[in-house]
């Protein structure tokens, strides 16, 4: 059984500058979170997909967005970066009834200068 | 606002201490409890796992509680050692209605330090 992979491990971008990161979900798992984890600071909920679709967000601007693909693996994507988007994004998969709770991945370190 | 609250924010003990991390949550519409581990700069670890329906959970040394009626959870960790030393977090899960499923919501974490 596999776990929840994420790509790229660290990440540096320019203000203004557009990134996507990428995760594969555990295996058996159909439903895909993603958090922000600020330095310091528990992780914020940013959205979930499910069958594909957004299902559920968290206090997250638009330029926050993702997608779902139909091996469950997901993107995040965020546009015109701010300094501010400077944190540890995570990723979690878990079964539609979240009974066996939630798997997380090591993570994105993101730094944006 | 569903709210989780952890303290302390930081522990230090010495090693082979017996020591509790508590969890509060304002959100009694918690439907189940997860704690984390968390090393520096690395992702979650799942420790343990409190369904609605439980009160506690064991594993090894770590034993979590969950007491739905005073929104309290406690993480026990006995005869603790220097591999223990991370960030306990814990996080409840708050379903939504209307559609979309639930979401976690962490609190901020209690460092814990475990001396030699």
């Known amino acids: 059984e596999t776990g929840v992979t994420q790509s790229p491990t660290h990440l540096i971008k320019t203000r203004g500058q557009q990134v996507t990161l990428r995760c594969s979900s555990q295996s058996g798992h159909n439903t895909v979170s993603w958090y922000q984890q600020a330095l310091g600071q528990g992780p914020q909920f940013i959205f979930q997909?499910?069958?594909?679709?957004?299902?559920g967000r968290g206090n997250f601007p638009p330029r926050f967005s993702g997608l779902q693909f139909p091996n469950y693996s997901s993107e995040l994507n965020v546009n015109a970066l701010e300094l501010d988007d400077s944190a540890l994004y995570l990723c979690?998969?878990?079964?539609?009834?979240?009974?066996?709770?939630?798997?997380f991945g090591s993570g994105t370190r993101l730094t944006v200068v | 606002k569903q709210e989780v609250t952890q303290i302390p924010a930081a522990l230090s003990v010495p090693e082979g201490e017996n020591l509790v991390l508590n969890c509060s949550f304002t959100?009694?519409?918690?439907?189940?409890l997860q704690w984390f581990r968390q090393d520096p700069g690395k992702g979650l670890t799942s420790l343990l796992l409190?369904?609605?329906?439980?009160r506690e959970q064991t594993s090894g040394r770590l034993n979590a509680s969950l007491d739905k009626s005073s929104g309290r959870s406690t993480l026990y960790i006995a005869a603790s050692q220097p591999g223990d030393s991370a960030t306990y977090l814990c996080a409840g899960y708050i379903e939504n209605y209307g559609g979309s499923q639930g979401n976690l919501i962490f609190g901020k974490g209690t460092k814990l330090s475990v001396k030699p």
């Open positions: 979690a998969s878990s079964g539609t009834e979240n009974y066996y709770g939630y798997t």
């Open positions: 959100d009694s519409a918690i439907y189940n």
């Open positions: 409190i369904q609605s329906s439980q």
């Open positions: 997909y499910y069958r594909e679709e957004e299902n």
